[in-house]
C-alpha cells in the first residue's frame, strides 16, 4: 500500500515563498512519477506540476511556471514544491500525487492519470 504524506503547507503573505514536501511509503519511490495538484474553495481540481520518476522531466501548470519549481530526492523518498511569488490566487489545498510509471506512461498533467494521493495540506496566501 503506497502512502503520500504531504508537509510544509500554511499561511503566507502574497509575493512570499513556501516549500511543500511530499514523502512516499509502501513502493520503491523511485518507480514513481510524482504530481502535484491544487483545489480552491468551488473550483475543481487543477494541475500544478509534475517530475518523472528519474527527476529529468517537469512540467508545469500555465500559472505556475517561472514561479513554482518542482524536484525530487529519491534518497529520501521525498520529493517538493517550492512556490515563489505567491498570489492570493494559489491559495487552496494541494496533494501530492503519484504512479507507477515502470508500468506505463501516462499524461502527468491528467488527474486520473494517478493511483496514490496525499490527504492535502493548506496553503493559504493573504493579500
Known amino acids: 500500500q503506497v502512502q503520500l504524506v504531504e508537509s510544509g503547507g500554511g499561511l503566507v503573505q502574497a509575493g512570499g515563498s513556501l516549500m511543500l514536501s511530499c514523502t512516499a511509503s509502501?513502493?520503491?519511490?523511485?518507480?514513481?512519477?510524482m504530481g502535484w495538484f491544487r483545489q480552491a474553495p468551488g473550483k475543481e481540481r487543477e494541475f500544478v506540476a509534475a517530475?518523472?520518476?528519474?527527476?529529468?522531466?517537469?512540467n508545469y501548470g500555465d500559472s505556475m511556471k517561472g514561479r513554482f519549481f518542482i524536484s525530487r530526492d529519491n534518497a529520501k523518498s521525498t520529493h517538493y514544491l517550492q512556490m515563489n511569488s505567491l498570489r492570493f490566487e494559489d491559495t487552496a489545498i494541494y496533494y501530492c500525487?503519484?504512479?507507477?510509471?515502470?508500468?506505463?506512461?501516462?499524461?502527468?498533467?491528467?488527474?486520473?492519470?494517478?493511483?496514490?494521493w496525499g490527504q492535502g495540506t493548506q496553503v493559504t496566501v493573504s493579500s
Open positions: 500525487a503519484g504512479y507507477d510509471s515502470t508500468l506505463d506512461f501516462r499524461d502527468p498533467e491528467r488527474l486520473d492519470g494517478y493511483d496514490f
Open positions: 509502501g513502493l520503491s519511490f523511485s518507480r514513481l512519477s
Open positions: 517530475i518523472s520518476r528519474t527527476g529529468l522531466t517537469t
